[in-house]
């Protein structure tokens, strides 16, 4: 079974940047979209971005569009998200998240996630 395991969260004051890191298992995890999501205390999970199983196909949610990028190094078994520009309302645990197939905006499409790891934003 895929195994997803994230890291790279931290304390950061607002303007600065982090880079998380999730790395998999498995070797055919290539087979994989994985997508990034993000809860904070008392919202609902929502979806950040996602990477096509070949990285040729990216998505961000408008929030972070300009300030966050998404790349997969397959080599490695693991997939980034550079976080730039970093705001208090990015403040959240995220998580990776891998499902077969390309990239849906659906948080019940994805089968396998992390433990998570949190990000603050605060000065």
């Known amino acids: 079974q895929l195994q997803l395991v994230e890291s790279g969260g931290g304390l950061v004051q607002p303007g600065g940047s982090l880079r998380l890191s999730c790395v998999a298992s498995?070797?055919?995890?290539?087979?994989?979209?994985i997508g990034w999501f993000r809860q904070a205390p008392g919202k609902e999970r929502e979806g950040v971005s996602c990477?096509?199983?070949?990285?040729?196909?990216?998505y961000y949610t408008d929030s972070v569009k300009g300030r966050f990028t998404i790349s997969r190094d397959n080599a490695k078994n693991t997939v980034y998200l550079q976080l730039n520009s970093l705001k208090p309302e990015d403040t959240a645990v995220y998580y990776c998240a891998a499902r077969w197939g390309p990239c849906v905006s659906n948080v019940r499409s994805y089968a396998y996630w992390g433990q998570g790891t949190q990000v603050t934003v605060s000065s």
């Open positions: 498995e070797f055919t995890w290539d087979y994989y979209a």
């Open positions: 990477i096509s199983l070949t990285g040729g196909a990216t």
